[in-house]
C-alpha cells in the first residue's frame, strides 16, 4: 500500500503492544518517504518507535544513520530490561545504528551542528527540559529538519508535552495527530522530496488536515489490534509448545514402549523359528514350493485390467505379504499386528536391496541420456564431526551420479572439519569447497555455495542430515516425465544419531494455502536454478526463516502445475542437540521471520498488504484476509422439514454470533405441517435478515438448493444445515473472505459433534470406495497430522453442511447433480467439478459449528432408500472413478480404510 506515493508498511514489532505504537505507521511512512541521511531520537527506552525508523531505512535501503540516545540525565537511564530490550532489537541494524548510553547534553558534541534531519524527542518530560533541551538541538538540526514530539495530548501535572507543544507550533509549519496520546510533527524547512510536500500541501485544506489525521488514526489502531491479535496468539502458543512437548515425550515414551514389545516379539519368535527349523526341515522345501505358487497366482490377478484398481492393489497387497523373498521377520511380525515405522522402514531397504541391480540401470541410464545435473547446496559450521561424514557419504552414495556438492564452511572452529571436507573434496572432485575467512550465518554461507552452482537444479541440505541413496535418481525420473518442473519436494523423517528413523512426514501435494500456514515443504526440496538466480539469493533480514521467506521468492515466480511432489521417504533430518528436528523452541527466531517474510510475499502477489499473524502452533501463520477483503451481501441457505425446534437453535445462533454485517438466512421449507414449526416462521416475519421460501416437491437436497441459488441474487451463498450452531463470532467472515479470492471455489468449516469430537475437517476422495471425512471423530483439542487440525488449507472436496461459495462459479460448473444425486454425496460431486473447472477449494479451522448431523430428517434405513444410496455411490464411482482416485491432499502411504492418516500396509 502507498500514500502519497511512498510505502506504508507497519512495523515488525513483536514486543508487548502499548498504545504509542500506534503512531507506527506514520513513523515508518514518514522516513520512507523523507529519506534523511541522520536521524536521532532523544529519551529511546525500549526503541518502540526508534526500531520503527530502522526498520524503514533498512527497507529503503537508504544511507541513513541513526541513533538512539539514552538518557536525559546521568541518573535518568532506561531500566535494565527495556535496555536489552533495544539492544537486542537494534542488532538488526548494527550497520548504521548505534545506541549512545550518554545524557542528552554530552551527546551533542557528538553530531556536527545542522547534520540532523529528523529528531524525535521521545520521553516524556516537564516543560522546561524539553524547551531547554530543543533549544540545544536545534543549531544541530538541518535546514529541513523534521521533529516530532510524543504525548502532546497527554495533559498531565508531571508532563510538559502538551504546553511545549502549544508554544511552538505557531511558529512552523505542523500537524498534530491526536490518537494514541498524540504526535506532534513540526516542518522546520520549505525543500522536502514531493511526498511531503504533498503531505504537508494536503495539510493545508482543512478537509485535507482532517483526512491525514483519520487515516493515520485508522492505520494505527489497525496496527495497534494486530500486536493484540498477535499477543492472544502468542499465549495460545506458549501454551501449543507445552501440549506439543508433551505430546513429543508421550510419543516417544509409547515408541520404547514399542521397541520394547517389538524386542520382546522378535526374541521370542526367534526363538520358535529355531525349533521350528529343527522339526520342519524336510517340510520346508514342499512350503517354500505352496508359496511360491501363491505368489505367483496372486501376481497374476493383480494385473488383470478387468479387474478394478482397488481388486489389484488388494491382490497385489496379498502377493506382497507372500513373496517367498520377504524377510520373515517382517511378515511374522505384522501377522502378530506389529506394525510400526521402523520395520516398514526395514522392509523399503530389504525391497530396495533386492532390487538394487534394476535401480542402477535406471540411474545410469538417465545419466548416459543427459539428464539433468544437480548441486547440492549446504552450509556447514561446527557440525558434529562424526554426522558430517554420514551426511557427506549419503551424498556421495547416490545412485544418480550427476551431482555436485557446493559446501561452504563458515568459518568453523573445530579443525576437523575442514580436514573432513578437504578430504572428500580429494577423494571426489565432485565435492566443491569454499572456505570463508569469517562467520556470516547461514544466509550468508549458503549464498557463498550457491555462487559455484553450475548444475541447473539445485538442492538445499542442512550440514547433518542425510540423502536417501536414491533421492536425486527420483527428482531426475519426474523431471524426465515433468519437464517444466521447476520445484520438486519430497517426503521426510526424522533419524537419531544412533540411526533410529522416526516421525515420517508423508506431504499432500502442492497446497498452498497449508503453505501459507507453514512450510510443509521443507526438505528434500529441488529447485530449478533459473528460478533461484531470479528471485535472488537468502535474505540475512530473515535469518532463521531463510528458507521459508526464499521459497515463497520462488513459488512466486512459477506455475502452480510447474510444482511437483515425490511421495517417498528421501530425506532424513538428524534430530540433534539444537537443530529444528530435534525441537520446536529449538529456533525461535524463525518465527517472526517467517511471519515477516509471508507478509512480504503477500504483499508481491496482490499488490497489498494483508496483515499475518502468528498461527496456533509455533512456526505457523494465518493469513487475515477477513480484514481486506470486501464483504458483500450473501445469502445462507438453509433446508428444513418441521423439528422447528433444531432449526431455531441454527438461526438463533447465526443471527446472534454472527459478526459478518451483510447476511440473509433464506430457509427453504420442503414441506412442513407441525403446527410449531408454522408458529415459529410466524414469529420470523418481522426478523429482516430471515425469509422463508417454500418448496413442497419431495426431498431433493440438489434440486431445493439449486432453485434456492437461482432465486436469492446476492454474489455469495452459503448452504447450510438446519442442524448447525455457530461457536466462532467471526466464521462468516472468514469464509467469505476466501471464498472471494479469485482461484478459491468452495470453502468449508471446522465442525464437531456435539460432544467436541471432529465431524468435519475435509473430505479425503477414495476413502471407503467414494469419499470420507478427515480426522474424523478426533478430539477437539487435537492437533492432527503435522497440525493440520488446526492449519487453514487446500481439500479436494468439503461438505456442504456449511460450505460458501461465489454464485457465478456455483452456476459455472451446473450447481449440484439433482438427477443422479438427490441425497448423498451432492456436495463431493459439486467440490469435483469446481476442481475439474480449475479452482481450489479450502478448509479453514478458524470457522467452527457445531453439527448435530441430520437430526431435522433423522436416520432412513428403508429398502428404498439403501436402494438410492447404492446407486449415488454406483455414480460416483462411475463418473469420478473415486476408487481410483489420487488425492492430491493425501498421501498415497496412507491408508483410504479410514482419514486418520494412517500409514498403509502397502507404503512405499
Known amino acids: 500500500m502507498k500514500f502519497l506515493g511512498s510505502p506504508l508498511v507497519y512495523p515488525s514489532y513483536g514486543g508487548e503492544p502499548t498504545m504509542r505504537l500506534e503512531h507506527g505507521p506514520f513513523i515508518m511512512w514518514l522516513v520512507s518517504a523523507m529519506q534523511p541521511k541522520s536521524i536521532v531520537e532523544l529519551g529511546t527506552q525500549s526503541g518502540l518507535s526508534y526500531l520503527a525508523m530502522c526498520e524503514a531505512v533498512a527497507n529503503a535501503k537508504v544511507a541513513t544513520m541513526c541513533s538512539a540516545i539514552t538518557a536525559w540525565t546521568k541518573s535518568d537511564r532506561p531500566d535494565d530490561t527495556a535496555h536489552e530490550t533495544l539492544l537486542k532489537g537494534n542488532a538488526a541494524f548494527s550497520s548504521f545504528s548505534s545506541v549512545v548510553d550518554k545524557p542528552f547534553d554530552d551527546a551533542l558534541a557528538d553530531f556536527e551542528d545542522r547534520s540532523v534531519d529528523l529528531l524525535h524527542l521521545n520521553r516524556p518530560r516537564e516543560y522546561e527540559d524539553l524547551k531547554n533541551t530543543f533549544e540545544k538541538w536545534k543549531t544541530k538540526l538541518s535546514a529541513n529538519a523534521i521533529v516530532l514530539v510524543r504525548d502532546i495530548e497527554v495533559h498531565e501535572q508531571d508532563f510538559g508535552e502538551d504546553q511545549f507543544w502549544q508554544e511552538i507550533?505557531?511558529?512552523?509549519?505542523?500537524?498534530?495527530?491526536?490518537?494514541?496520546?498524540?504526535?506532534?510533527?513540526?516542518?522546520l524547512g520549505s525543500e522536502y522530496p514531493d511526498a511531503i510536500t504533498d503531505l504537508l500541501s494536503l495539510s493545508r485544506q482543512p478537509s485535507g488536515h482532517d483526512a491525514i489525521l483519520d487515516f493515520f488514526a485508522t492505520h494505527g489502531a489497525h496496527f495497534g489490534k494486530t500486536l493484540e491479535r498477535q499477543k492472544k496468539a502468542g499465549a495460545q502458543q506458549k501454551d501449543a509448545i507445552a501440549r506439543f512437548a508433551l505430546e513429543q515425550k508421550l510419543q516417544e515414551t509409547e515408541r520404547e514402549k514399542r521397541d520394547l514389545q517389538?524386542?520382546?516379539?522378535?526374541?521370542?519368535?526367534?526363538?520358535?523359528?529355531?525349533?521350528?527349523?529343527l522339526q520342519t526341515a524336510r517340510e520346508y522345501p514342499l512350503k517354500q514350493l505352496k508359496k511360491l505358487f501363491i505368489f505367483k497366482l496372486l501376481q497374476k490377478l493383480s494385473d488383470l485390467e478387468s479387474l478394478s484398481e482397488r481388486t489389484r492393489h488388494r491382490f497385489r497387497r496379498s502377493a506382497q505379504k507372500r513373496d517367498p523373498k520377504r524377510s520373515p521377520r517382517i511378515t511374522r511380525t505384522e501377522q502378530a499386528g506389529y506394525i510400526d515405522y521402523p520395520s516398514i522402514v526395514e522392509s523399503w531397504q530389504n525391497e530396495r536391496d533386492e532390487q538394487a541391480a534394476h535401480i542402477e540401470e535406471r540411474a545410469n541410464a538417465l545419466v548416459s541420456k543427459g539428464s539433468p545435473a544437480f548441486a547440492i547446496v549446504m552450509p556447514v559450521y561446527d557440525p558434529d564431526p562424526v554426522l558430517l561424514e554420514e551426511t557427506l557419504e549419503s551424498i556421495r552414495c547416490q545412485s544418480y551420479s550427476a551431482w555436485e556438492a557446493c559446501i561452504a564452511d563458515d568459518n568453523s572452529t573445530n579443525p576437523k572439519i575442514r580436514e573432513i571436507l578437504n578430504r572428500f573434496a580429494e577423494e571426489d572432485g565432485r565435492f566443491k569447497l569454499v572456505l570463508r575467512d569469517e562467520n556470516g550465518h547461514i544466509s550468508e554461507a549458503t549464498n557463498s555455495a550457491l555462487e559455484i552452482v553450475t548444475a541447473p537444479f539445485v538442492a538445499f541440505m542442512d550440514h547433518d542430515d542425510l540423502l536417501h541413496q536414491d533421492a536425486l535418481l527420483n527428482v531426475a525420473e519426474i523431471l524426465g516425465s515433468h519437464p517444466d518442473a521447476k520445484l520438486i519436494y519430497t517426503d521426510e523423517d526424522k533419524v537419531q544419531t544412533d540411526g533410529t528413523r522416526y516421525e515420517p512426514h508423508f506431504k499432500p501435494d502442492w497446497n498452498r494455502d497449508l503453505l501459507y500456514s507453514i512450510n510443509y515443504i521443507s526438505h528434500l526440496s529441488v529447485f530449478s536454478?533459473?528460478?533461484?538466480?531470479?528471485?535472488?539469493?537468502?535474505?540475512?533480514?530473515?535469518?532463521?526463516?531463510?528458507?521459508?521467506?526464499?521459497?515463497?521468492?520462488?513459488?512466486?515466480?512459477?506455475k502452480d502445475e510447474e510444482i511437483h511432489h515425490i511421495?517417498?521417504?528421501?530425506?532424513?533430518?538428524?534430530?540433534?542437540?539444537?537443530?529444528?528436528?530435534?525441537?520446536?523452541v529449538a529456533k525461535p527466531c524463525a518465527n517472526e521471520a517467517g511471519r515477516r517474510a509471508l507478509e512480504n510475499h503477500l504483499e508481491q502477489t496482490h499488490g497489498q498488504q494483508i496483515p499475518v499473524e502468528m498461527g496456533p502452533l509455533p512456526f505457523t501463520y494465518r493469513p487475515r484476509w477477513d480484514e481486506v477483503a470486501e464483504q458483500p451481501p450473501i445469502t445462507l441457505i438453509m433446508p428444513m422439514r418441521d423439528k422447528a425446534e433444531v432449526s431455531k437453535v441454527a438461526v438463533e445462533s447465526i443471527l446472534e454470533k454472527t459478526t459478518y454485517p451483510d447476511f440473509t438466512?433464506?430457509?427453504?421449507?420442503?414441506?412442513?405441517?407441525?403446527?410449531?414449526?408454522?408458529?415459529?416462521?410466524?414469529?420470523?416475519?418481522?426478523?429482516p435478515r430471515v425469509t422463508i421460501r417454500k418448496d413442497t416437491r419431495p426431498f431433493n437436497y440438489s434440486a431445493l438448493n439449486n432453485a434456492a441459488v437461482a432465486e436469492c441474487g446476492t454474489p455469495l451463498v452459503c448452504l447450510i444445515n438446519n442442524d448447525v450452531e455457530v461457536i466462532s463470532e467471526d466464521w462468516l467472515s472468514e469464509m467469505v473472505a476466501l471464498a472471494m479470492r479469485p482461484k478459491t471455489g468452495c470453502v468449508g468449516a471446522k465442525l464437531y459433534y456435539p460432544d467436541g469430537r471432529i465431524q468435519h475437517a475435509g473430505v479425503l476422495i477414495g476413502q471407503g470406495g467414494v469419499a470420507g471425512h478427515a480426522h474424523l471423530f478426533r478430539a477437539r483439542d487435537e492437533l492432527g497430522y503435522f497440525g493440520r487440525l488446526v492449519l487453514r488449507q487446500e481439500y479436494t472436496a468439503v461438505t456442504a453442511a456449511c460450505m460458501v461459495m461465489r454464485r457465478e462459479t456455483f452456476e459455472e460448473?451446473?450447481?449440484?447433480?439433482?438427477?443422479?444425486?438427490?441425497?448423498?454425496?451432492n456436495d463431493i460431486d459439486l467440490c469435483l467439478k469446481v476442481d475439474r473447472a480449475g479452482y481450489r477449494n479450502c478448509w479453514t479451522p478458524y470457522a467452527e459449528l457445531f453439527h448435530h448431523e441430520s437430526l431435522s430428517r433423522g436416520s432412513d434405513n428403508r429398502p428404498e432408500t439403501i436402494k438410492r444410496f447404492q446407486a449415488e455411490v454406483k455414480h460416483m464411482k462411475k463418473t469420478w472413478d473415486t476408487e481410483n482416485w489420487k488425492d492430491r491432499a493425501y498421501n498415497k502411504n496412507f491408508s483410504l480404510d479410514n482419514g486418520n492418516f494412517e500409514l498403509a500396509e502397502t507404503s512405499s
Open 665 to 687: 438466512i433464506m430457509i427453504v421449507d420442503n414441506g412442513s405441517i407441525e403446527p410449531a414449526t408454522q408458529e415459529w416462521f410466524d414469529s420470523l416475519e418481522n426478523e
Open 529 to 558: 536454478t533459473d528460478v533461484i538466480r531470479t528471485v535472488g539469493a537468502l535474505k540475512t533480514s530473515f535469518e532463521g526463516a531463510q528458507d521459508y521467506d526464499m521459497l515463497l521468492r520462488a513459488i512466486g515466480a512459477m
Open 169 to 187: 507550533r505557531p511558529e512552523y509549519p505542523h500537524i498534530s495527530f491526536k490518537h494514541a496520546g498524540g504526535l506532534g510533527v513540526l516542518f
Open 262 to 277: 517389538r524386542n520382546l516379539h522378535f526374541a521370542a519368535e526367534e526363538q520358535k523359528v529355531l525349533l521350528s527349523d
Open 567 to 584: 511421495p517417498k521417504i528421501l530425506y532424513h533430518r538428524r534430530a540433534a542437540l539444537g537443530s529444528t528436528a530435534a525441537s520446536v
Open 813 to 825: 460448473v451446473g450447481g449440484l447433480d439433482e438427477t443422479n444425486l438427490t441425497v448423498a454425496f
